[in-house]
T-cell receptor, first 114, second 115 residues
Framework: EAEVAQSPRYKITEKSQAVAFWCDPI?????LYWYRQILGQGPELLVQ????????DSQLPKDRFSAERLKGVDSTLKIQPAELGDSAMYLC????????????FGEGSRLTVL | AQSVAQPEDQVNVAEGNPLTVKCTYSVSGNPYLFWYVQYPNRGLQFLLKYITGDNLVKGSYGFEAEFNKSQTSFHLKKPSALVSDSALYFC?????????????FGTGTLLAVQP
């Protein structure tokens, strides 16, 4: 069964350092999402891509976060510099149809900032 | 603005008993509602969705959800709980954010099924 691949699964870093997460969606899924899930809360959308274009990054802290999906396939989410409050699970998801609501999630990348 | 509320942080149920996980929503227009499940240290998995039609929606692993427009609710149910159902359950509504129609998730309900 096709899955959304994410790496690394776990990342520990010190504040002010740079960190990057990678996601490879299910083949053929044009829509890719990055969510942040803080412990005890529901996932919050950071950025949504349709192919290589950003269609929603309204909740992305653009002073320190960036995301790209250059060829419309895999994607990278970067944080520079990391802050203590960035400690969270970063979830990547993809869907075949934009707006369908049926998302396929990866296992996530858990970030701890010390 | 669209929102969902999950009033219970945790639901405890004995194995074999029926379970209900509650969700209420607020949305402009017709709601598109979803349930997802998250096992420890894993990503979310889609369970079921309501778009239109029959108010009782059946999904994966024997779960179902009942849409009630007058009560603005979309409760998740299962006739007989299994220990393996223990997980974190999220209700979500599809927001109307321009081209994105992004999902807005509730805070989650931890389901604990005791043997």
């Amino acid at each position: 069964e096709a899955e959304v691949a994410q790496s690394p699964r776990y990342k520990i870093t010190e504040k002010s350092q740079a960190v990057a997460f990678w996601c490879d969606p299910i083949s053929g899924h044009a829509t890719l999402y990055w969510y942040r899930q803080i412990l005890g809360q529901g996932p919050e959308l950071l950025v949504q891509f349709q192919d290589e274009s950003v269609v929603d990054d309204s909740q992305l802290p653009k002073d320190r976060f960036s995301a790209e999906r250059l060829k419309g396939v895999d994607s990278t989410l970067k944080i520079q510099p990391a802050e203590l409050g960035d400690s969270a699970m970063y979830l990547c998801a993809s869907s075949f149809l934009q707006g369908s609501g049926e998302l396929f999630f990866g296992e996530g990348s858990r970030l701890t900032v010390l | 603005a669209q929102s969902v509320a999950q009033p219970e942080d945790q639901v405890n149920v004995a194995e074999g008993n029926p379970l209900t996980v509650k969700c209420t929503y607020s949305v402009s227009g017709n709601p598109y509602l979803f349930w997802y499940v998250q096992y420890p240290n894993r990503g979310l998995q889609f369970l079921l969705k309501y778009i239109t039609g029959d108010n009782l929606v059946k999904g994966s692993y024997g779960f179902e959800a009942e849409f009630n427009k007058s009560q603005t609710s979309f409760h998740l149910k299962k006739p007989s709980a299994l220990v393996s159902d223990s997980a974190l359950y999220f209700c979500a509504v599809r927001g109307l954010g321009g081209a994105t129609n992004k999902l807005i998730f509730g805070t989650g309900t931890l389901l604990a099924v005791q043997p």
